[in-house]
């Protein structure tokens, strides 16, 4: 079983829908939570980070984490055809520095 | 804003030469990685830095080698490259510190072994 596993996609979204992103994780210990945005050809930046329970708001993006059903999911509201990217999660184990990544979910926000 | 710089940002290679791919960062961060991203595989940890001075393994070591003389640079070298090292690398950094250990992403190195 992977570490961090997401579905890669691609995931088609009309514009101005919610588009939902699920990852699973392995290791109950994981600690911290990670999604990352990657254009095609550029590196990943960081959009939102979760530690706790529950949701995190952040503008259109909501992170959601519940540990003990082990994922943690990204909602993007208002879809916008720039928000057609790869969107990667990521997970850090507690205790330890790395981070490690799930292969990405393509979105494509169809105008 | 520098954030972390890589170089180059491509490069063909022949098989057997070395290279050394160069990392530096201006964010006092800690923790420094290499990752390699292919298709299909997403991102893979090559090695890892914790602080000045240490280094360990990540999930594909094999092939490459580092070094964390200071905070600021991490080059990646490949004593002899193979042509499964083609690949883009990723140089990233963190705090370090308690849980606000997100990874911040250099440019990346499109990287070609012929």
């Known amino acids: 079983q992977k570490e961090v596993e997401q579905n890669s996609g691609p995931l088609s979204v009309p514009e101005g829908a919610i588009a939902s992103l699920n990852c699973t994780y392995s290791?109950?210990?994981?600690?911290?939570f990670f999604w990352y945005r990657q254009y095609s050809g550029k590196s990943p930046e960081l959009i939102m980070s979760i530690y706790s329970n529950g949701d995190k708001e952040d503008g259109r993006f909501t992170a959601q984490l519940n540990k003990a059903s082990q994922y943690v999911s990204l909602l993007i509201r208002d879809s916008q055809p720039s928000d057609s990217a790869t969107y990667l999660c990521?997970?850090?184990?507690?205790?330890?520095?790395?981070?490690?990544f799930g292969t990405g979910t393509k979105l494509q926000v169809i105008p | 804003t520098a954030g972390i710089t890589q170089a180059p940002t491509s490069q063909i290679l022949a098989a057997g030469r070395s290279m050394t791919l160069r990392c530096t960062q201006d964010m006092r961060h800690n923790a420094m990685y290499w990752y390699r991203q292919d298709l299909g595989l997403g991102l893979r940890l090559i090695h890892y830095s914790n602080t000045a001075g240490t280094t360990g393994k990540g999930e594909v070591p094999d092939g490459y080698s580092v070094s964390r003389a200071n905070t600021d640079d991490f080059p990646l070298t490949l004593a002899s490259a193979v042509p499964s090292q083609t690949s883009v690398y990723f140089c990233a950094s963190s705090e370090g510190q308690g849980q606000n250990t997100e990874a911040f992403f250099g440019q990346g190195t499109r990287l070609t072994v012929v």
């Open positions: 290791d109950r210990v994981s600690q911290s």
């Open positions: 990521a997970v850090r184990l507690r205790g330890y520095q790395k981070v490690t």
